[in-house]
């Protein structure tokens, strides 16, 4: 499945991006939330995310790189996410974040960065409907992909067998047509690109080429 990220797109034309989001089926739209205190970067909030609501039904798959995300679930439920990811640093009650997503009716994902251990998955991963392997460091878009991802995303595909979940496993940052194979054949369910897909007058076809690799 793929799930390109909004980050990249022209954001002087979201309607037109997201119309060929919309032609070309893609299975998620990715939304980066940044808050310039977890991640050196910020982007844009529930504010946008509610007004691109009424432009499709391609379910938001919203990665919340914020602190304290607890405080903002609410509001991005009523934005119109579907899938909720956060970082497991950013808040103070892992398990209480978790469960407040699920309760509002969406999906929960939990993010690793590169430098993370599967640890925090032992007594997450049975509530998880996705684990988010970041291949970048996350603030940016455009970043190259970090290979020891391949080895992370493997372990947590076994992890996720042994216990025999239905646990998604979604790969994040520096996803690229040339890597993408691997990247899958390491255990990866869902792709997310940004840069190698919105791209100008490329980004239906750079959708389709992608589309055929999956
Ligand atoms: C990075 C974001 C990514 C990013 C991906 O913090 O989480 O979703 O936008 O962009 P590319 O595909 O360009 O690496
Ligand atoms: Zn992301």
Same mark, same amino acid.
């Given at each position: 499945m793929i799930s390109p990220s909004l980050l990249s797109a022209d954001f002087t034309n979201l309607e037109k991006e997201i119309k060929?989001?919309?032609?070309?089926?893609?299975?998620?739209?990715?939304?980066?939330?940044?808050?310039?205190?977890?991640?050196?970067?910020?982007?844009?909030?529930p504010g946008i995310v509610k007004s691109l609501r009424p432009l499709t039904d391609i379910p938001f798959d919203t990665h919340l790189m914020i602190e304290r995300p607890e405080n903002f679930i609410e509001d991005f439920?009523?934005?119109g996410s579907d899938i909720i990811t956060i970082h497991p640093s950013t808040t103070k009650?892992?398990?209480?974040?978790?469960?407040?997503i699920k309760s509002h009716g969406m999906k929960a994902g939990l993010a690793l960065n590169p430098s993370d251990s599967? !640890? =925090? &998955?032992?007594?997450?991963? *049975?509530? $998880?409907?996705?684990?988010?392997?970041m291949s970048v460091n996350p603030g940016f878009g455009g970043q190259k992909f970090i290979p020891s991802a391949l080895r992370k995303i493997s372990e947590v595909k076994k992890m996720i067998e042994e216990r025999n979940l239905k646990t998604l496993i979604e790969v994040d940052g520096g996803v690229k047509l040339d890597n993408a194979k !691997? =990247? &899958?054949?390491?255990?990866? *369910?869902? $792709?997310?690109?940004?840069?190698?897909?919105?791209q100008k007058?490329?980004?239906?076809?750079?959708i389709k080429v992608f589309k055929e690799l999956l």
């Open positions: 060929i989001l919309k032609e070309e089926k893609v299975d998620f739209l990715h939304l980066d939330i940044m808050d310039g205190n977890y991640v050196p970067n910020i982007s844009y909030g439920k009523n934005a009650h892992l398990d209480r974040t978790l469960s407040l599967l !640890e =925090v &998955l032992d007594y997450t991963l *049975d509530k $998880l409907d996705l684990v988010l392997v !691997e =990247v &899958l054949a390491a255990g990866a *369910d869902i $792709l997310v690109a940004g840069s190698a897909i919105f007058d490329k980004t239906r076809e750079n």
